[in-house]
């Protein structure tokens, strides 16, 4: 069974960075598309960074581009999010997601990933 457990996230300062990883386990990383999405409380949740299947392609939010950077490392089977010059707004819970290849549409979308992990909380203080 696929597996994504996410890690790193802490407290932190406004300018500070942080890099959040996600262990998967379970399935073979370049199988998938990957993304991270976050969600602050009451807040609908967002994309914030997603690499295509075949690793060409990659996208960031608006409000996160120019600041964190998407990586994936597919012998470790792990995908990590590099956060520079973080923001209050930045608060949330982080989680790392795949989906499948037969999936299609933009990579945006959080309803059309097929796994999820628990998420891993960042908090930025001001």
């Known amino acids: 069974q696929v597996q994504l457990v996410e890690s790193g996230g802490r407290l932190a300062q406004t300018g500070e960075s942080l890099r959040v990883s996600c262990a998967v386990s379970?399935?073979?990383?370049?199988?998938?598309?990957v993304a991270w999405f976050r969600q602050a409380p009451g807040k609908e949740r967002e994309f914030v960074a997603g690499i295509a299947r075949n690793g060409g392609a990659i996208y960031y939010g608006d409000s996160v581009k120019g600041r964190y950077t998407i990586s994936k490392d597919n012998a470790k089977n792990t995908i990590y999010l590099q956060m520079n010059s973080l923001k209050p707004e930045d608060t949330a819970t982080y989680y790392c997601?795949?989906?499948?290849?037969?999936?299609?549409?933009?990579?945006?979308?959080?309803?059309?990933?097929?796994?999820w992990g628990q998420g891993t909380q960042v908090t930025v203080s001001s």
């Open positions: 997601a795949l989906r499948l290849p037969s999936r299609g549409g933009s990579l945006n979308l959080a309803r059309s990933y097929d796994y």
């Open positions: 379970g399935g073979t990383l370049s199988f998938y598309t």
